[in-house]
């Protein structure tokens, strides 16, 4: 199944937004309906695929047929850009500039190699396609006239599993669910439920160091994987062939988070582990964001850390976003901060730890709100994007962002990107509702993520980009990385070469020479253009 093309995922579960939502936020945020419906799928003036005859008819021969060369305005429309609002937006108003001439869809490394090799030879740009759930413009490319995408779904296998080591080899193409399914015939989870979990790639978790909601306790992406496959126009690297090695730098990590401007991800080897017996969620409540964050500091340094530890400030658990399924239900909402702890493993390992933590929660000041609200938010988790969806049909505009830094940095990181949003977007007219949580935790610091609301205004794309500027610049001041897990893509581009300093930038543009000489793998992608 393919996901909405105007929106986030599985059409069926679209829910409008409640008339006492709706009502709310034009009495709050002064949004007003939309003036036009969505352009539907069948009238986009999507125009011929400019794909010169000689390259389609090579790209067919490296593919086996015609089936595996697509053209159709639909398929290509499905592979426009990715699912960040302004992207949405673009897509709605009916706007292809950025369609791929065809797209491709691979049956294993070998093909994908050839493909690479028919590009290089044609001059012609590859956009490497996963799930399609890229918030930060990683599936735009600059403009060099024709390109196509590069599908993996094809590629889809569990094609290794050692119950010894405990390791999974993984086609890239593989969806999260499917991965799961896989993995658990044999008794075994990976353990990554990132938000994007019910559509995103394993090579897309890969190419971006994703990391899941239960990172507390399975660790993110790139900790899990032990090796990895990358096809280039230049061939094939392999990476990883033991669990460390101090045989030189680590290969797998200039691949993690290369975002398809170095090459094309076709399978890792990853860590996984047993399907845990128990699985239990709880809220707590603390009487503000800073004494919230202190006590995940606690329990993140000294232990026993749950699987899951989140923590949602002040306007973030008055609106219900830490359950959204909640909004609109009439269910009141506490004031203060709600905290939703996750324990899963055996029962003797999640009983220890949660009585210990619960005490380190109760001494740093929370309260027990009962397994309510962490069942409520596990029931949810992945329900974020369609209530963005809904937000946009209602005439709001609605997206989210991410950094992450040291402890000590985090309540002046904090300050500044609310600061940044609230207002920049305030003085455009349209005061925003600024929303955030703490989403990750590490030993030495954590990640802010943060939710804006408000009217979309007259020309949304530009109005939203001013205030995402505004916000880059204060998490660079403020001492915080440009992204925690969301990656780099166009959108980030440009601080991520302030964050990487230039002789940083240089060395990865050597890298992307050698692998990429003809620049021709996600142009614009991560790396600003020579």
């Known amino acids: 199944m393919d996901m909405l093309w105007s929106g986030w995922g599985d059409p069926a579960k679209a829910t409008p937004l409640p008339d006492s939502v709706i009502g709310l936020l034009r009495d709050l945020l002064g949004v007003t309906p939309r003036r036009t419906a969505p352009v539907p799928i069948e009238d986009m003036a999507v125009p011929d695929g400019p794909l010169a005859p000689e390259a389609r008819r090579a790209l067919i021969a490296a593919l086996g047929g015609e089936a595996f060369v697509r053209t159709d305005a639909e398929t290509r429309v499905r592979h426009t850009r990715g699912k960040s609002t302004p992207d949405l937006l673009r897509i709605r108003e009916g706007d292809v500039s950025a369609v791929p001439a065809a797209v491709l869809l691979p049956g294993g490394h070998d093909e994908v190699l050839t493909v690479l090799r028919v590009c290089a030879e044609h001059r012609l740009p590859l956009v490497p396609f996963g799930g399609g759930t890229s918030v930060v413009g990683g599936l735009a490319p600059e403009p060099r006239g024709a390109f196509v995408a590069l599908d993996l779904r094809r590629m889809?296998?569990?094609?290794?599993?050692?119950?010894?080591?405990?390791?999974?080899?993984?086609?890239?193409?593989?969806?999260?669910?499917?991965?799961?399914?896989?993995?658990?015939?044999?008794?075994?989870?990976?353990?990554?439920?990132?938000?994007?979990?019910?559509?995103?790639?394993?090579?897309?978790?890969?190419?971006?160091?994703?990391?899941?909601?239960?990172?507390?306790?399975?660790?993110?992406?790139?900790?899990?994987?032990l090796s990895l496959t990358l096809a280039t126009p230049g061939g094939t690297l392999d990476t990883g062939r033991a669990p460390r090695s101090a045989a030189g730098p680590?290969?797998?990590?200039?691949?993690?988070?290369?975002?398809?401007?170095?090459?094309?991800?076709?399978?890792?080897?990853?860590?996984?582990?047993?399907?845990?017996?128990?699985?239990?969620?709880?809220?707590?409540?603390?009487?503000?964001?800073?004494?919230?964050?202190?006590?995940?500091?606690?329990?993140?340094?000294?232990?026993?850390?749950?699987?899951?530890?989140?923590?949602?400030?002040?306007?973030?658990t008055f609106v219900g976003l830490a359950h959204p399924e909640a909004i609109g239900s009439g269910t009141r909402q506490p004031t203060g901060c709600t905290?939703?702890?996750?324990?899963?493993?055996?029962?003797?390992?999640?009983?220890?730890?949660?009585?210990?933590?619960?005490?380190?929660?109760?001494?740093?000041?929370?309260?027990?709100?009962?397994?309510?609200?962490?069942?409520?938010?596990?029931?949810?988790?992945?329900?974020?994007?369609?209530?963005?969806?809904?937000?946009?049909?209602?005439?709001?505009?609605?997206?989210?962002?991410?950094?992450?830094?040291?402890?000590?940095?985090?309540?002046?990181?904090?300050?500044?990107?609310?600061?940044?949003?609230?207002?920049?977007?305030?003085?455009?007219?349209?005061?925003?509702?600024?929303?955030?949580?703490?989403?990750?935790?590490?030993?030495?610091?954590?990640?802010?993520y943060f939710t804006v609301v408000c009217a979309q205004g007259e020309d949304?794309?530009?109005?939203?980009?001013?205030?995402?500027?505004?916000?880059?610049?204060?998490?660079?001041?403020?001492?915080?990385?440009?992204?925690?897990h969301h990656g780099v893509g166009t959108d980030h581009r440009d601080w991520y070469a302030r964050e990487a300093g230039p002789l940083g930038i240089d060395a990865?543009?050597?890298?992307?020479?050698?692998?990429?000489?003809?620049?021709?793998?996600?142009?614009?992608?991560?790396?600003?253009?020579?």
């Open 250 to 316: 680590d290969l797998r990590q200039l691949v993690l988070g290369s975002e398809g401007a170095f090459g094309v991800i076709t399978s890792v080897t990853v860590r996984i582990r047993p399907v845990p017996s128990t699985s239990v969620y709880e809220g707590w409540h603390f009487p503000s964001f800073e004494e919230g964050a202190a006590a995940l500091r606690r329990l993140a340094q000294d232990g026993p850390r749950p699987t899951v530890l989140r923590l949602s400030d002040e306007t973030e």
């Open 460 to 484: 949304p794309v530009a109005h939203w980009t001013r205030a995402k500027h505004a916000a880059n610049e204060a998490i660079l001041a403020a001492g915080g990385t440009i992204s925690h």
């Open 339 to 448: 905290a939703i702890a996750g324990y899963e493993g055996t029962h003797e390992d999640t009983g220890y730890r949660r009585e210990h933590a619960a005490a380190v929660l109760r001494a740093c000041g929370g309260t027990p709100l009962g397994e309510e609200p962490g069942r409520r938010w596990a029931h949810g988790r992945y329900s974020a994007p369609y209530l963005r969806d809904a937000l946009l049909d209602a005439g709001a505009f609605a997206e989210t962002l991410e950094t992450a830094t040291f402890w000590s940095r985090l309540p002046g990181l904090y300050t500044a990107v609310r600061d940044a949003l609230t207002g920049t977007l305030t003085a455009a007219g349209t005061p925003p509702l600024v929303m955030c949580h703490i989403s990750h935790v590490y030993e030495n610091g954590a990640s802010l």
């Open 156 to 225: 889809d296998g569990l094609l290794d599993l050692d119950p010894v080591s405990r390791t999974a080899t993984l086609q890239a193409g593989l969806r999260a669910p499917q991965a799961e399914a896989l993995l658990a015939a044999h008794g075994f989870t990976l353990g990554h439920f990132p938000q994007s979990y019910e559509w995103a790639t394993i090579g897309g978790f890969a190419a971006t160091r994703s990391s899941g909601q239960a990172s507390a306790g399975y660790g993110r992406f790139d900790e899990m994987v």
């Open 508 to 530: 990865l543009r050597a890298v992307k020479r050698r692998l990429d000489p003809e620049g021709l793998l996600n142009p614009g992608v991560l790396l600003p253009a020579d």
